[in-house]
């Protein structure tokens, strides 16, 4: 008889046979080509955004692959590699900050490859710290040593080339967000409902936000990392995210909106919607030139309004006209900041918030486990089969067996992004149900999420 470890192993190893074979067919069915590992050109499903299929089964490679090594693996040896995990964004950072880069020296030669000498010569590298960091590269597959000293690139070394990604530009900013990592079980007492101390600022003696307005070049670089994060783990926003049902005619108040180009993609969907875009006042500017640029038409009939105003502050909007009541608004702002700041946001809105307001909330959320089920890897991708994401949402299905909660390592963004909020901002990736009590203790209602393809979800609510 089999042993429960054999079973596990077994089960894991099936999985992942069924998670591959639901991606090969569904790749083939729509023409594309396999993946290579020495395909230099963006594949279509990372250029696009995939199809449900495609999507859920690179999660589940992804997290499957990772928990059949961490069954198989000697537990001393996998911690002490986590351990020195930290290791990993110098390297990083090592291949992307020189000019020319590491990474686009490699990529440049092409097939043929390069040899680490004559990147040294153009990096300006010392060589033997180069082949300490390329070694660790090859590891991680952003490179291959396909010989002693000869490299070749990876369909990874393009993303740590310009426009290939976000790492390029968040590298610049690791100065910044690693540090205070290195003091996690000293500041663990602290309390988690307050905007101070935050372990960011026992670090740097200075809140985060702070430190990068004095920091204009890592300002810069922060503000174009955050559009790359959003353009490759975010595709699925606009597409995924299903308004009609709010009604033709309504207005879209985005709070802390920035430019507002989320709202500009709802107005073209939607030519009865109006939307105001509430954000400080310096950046109503910015956002304005934005919609001169890019939609002046909706600036011209009056469709797009700027509100300069603070979200720490009571709305001053008026009551909204019965013909074009509000929607409210909230992407990507409400893990920046710890409970007791996101109640007073949602409690600010109150004012100008009838009872059956709507409230939209897109964020990143973390999984909690699904009740007990019986739903395998095999169901699931036979469930999701030939369906539309907007259908496959309706089916509302829980993360199959033996697969952990969330895909595991396939949302792992989502579980670094949380302890990231907590060092920097004293804040978190907030789950459905820290969401639910949020909203309930601030005149709100929780009426359910969305799971998106990407890092977030989408949440409703509304006014009580």
Request: charged share 20%; glycine share 6%.
């Amino acid at each position: 008889m089999d042993s429960p470890s054999a079973m596990e192993l077994d089960t894991l190893l099936s999985s992942l046979i069924t998670a591959i074979s639901a991606l090969k067919t569904s790749m083939e069915t729509q023409g594309f080509p396999p993946f290579r590992s020495d395909d230099l050109t963006p594949h279509p499903l990372d250029a696009g955004i995939p199809d449900p299929v495609s999507f859920y089964a690179r999660r589940a490679i992804v997290g499957l692959c990772q928990q059949i090594t961490i069954l198989v693996q000697d537990p001393a040896e996998r911690s002490l590699v986590d351990h020195f995990r930290f290791v990993i964004p110098g390297c990083l950072a090592a291949a992307t900050e020189t000019s020319p880069s590491i990474a686009e020296t490699v990529l440049a030669a092409g097939s043929e490859g390069i040899s680490l000498k004559e990147v040294s010569e153009k990096t300006g590298v010392d060589a033997i710290k180069l082949r300490s960091i390329s070694r660790m590269l090859a590891n991680g597959g952003y490179l291959k040593e396909v010989s002693v000293g000869h490299v070749v690139p990876t369909r990874l070394t393009r993303s740590l080339a310009p426009g290939g990604g976000p790492v390029v530009e968040m590298n610049g900013i690791i100065p910044g967000y690693a540090p205070p990592a290195t003091i996690v079980p000293q500041v663990l007492h602290m309390p988690s409902d307050a905007l101070h101390p935050t372990a960011f600022e026992e670090f740097f003696k200075t809140p985060f936000f702070s430190w990068l307005e004095n920091n204009p070049l890592e300002l810069k670089r922060f503000h174009r990392g955050m559009t790359e994060i959003e353009n490759h783990l975010d595709k699925g926003i606009l597409v995924d995210v299903h308004l009609d049902d709010l009604g033709p005619a309504i207005t879209l108040v985005d709070i802390g909106a920035g430019h507002g180009g989320l709202v500009m993609q709802f107005l073209k969907r939607h030519p009865g919607w109006k939307a105001i875009l509430q954000d400080r006042a310096e950046v109503i500017p910015e956002a304005r030139q934005f919609w001169q640029d890019n939609m002046p038409e909706a600036l011209d009939t009056g469709r797009i309004s700027f509100l300069p105003h603070s979200f720490f502050e009571p709305t001053p909007l008026p009551p909204a006209p019965e013909d074009y009541p509000y929607v409210f608004l909230i992407k990507a702002v409400l893990h920046n900041w710890p409970d007791d700041t996101v109640k007073l946001m949602l409690q600010n809105l109150v004012p100008a918030a009838p009872p059956g307001t709507k409230l939209l909330i897109v964020n990143f959320t973390p999984s909690i486990p699904d009740g007990a089920h019986s739903l395998t890897v095999e169901d699931f991708f036979k469930k999701i089969k030939g369906k539309s994401m907007r259908e496959v949402q309706k089916l509302s299905l829980p993360v199959p067996m033996p697969l952990n909660v969330g895909f595991g390592a396939g949302a792992e963004y989502v579980s670094n992004i949380d302890v990231l909020m907590m060092l920097l901002l004293n804040s978190r990736a907030r789950t459905t149900e820290d969401f639910k009590e949020l909203l309930e203790s601030t005149s709100w209602r929780l009426e359910g999420s969305t799971q998106l393809r990407g890092a977030s979800s989408v949440l409703r609510a509304y006014r009580v």
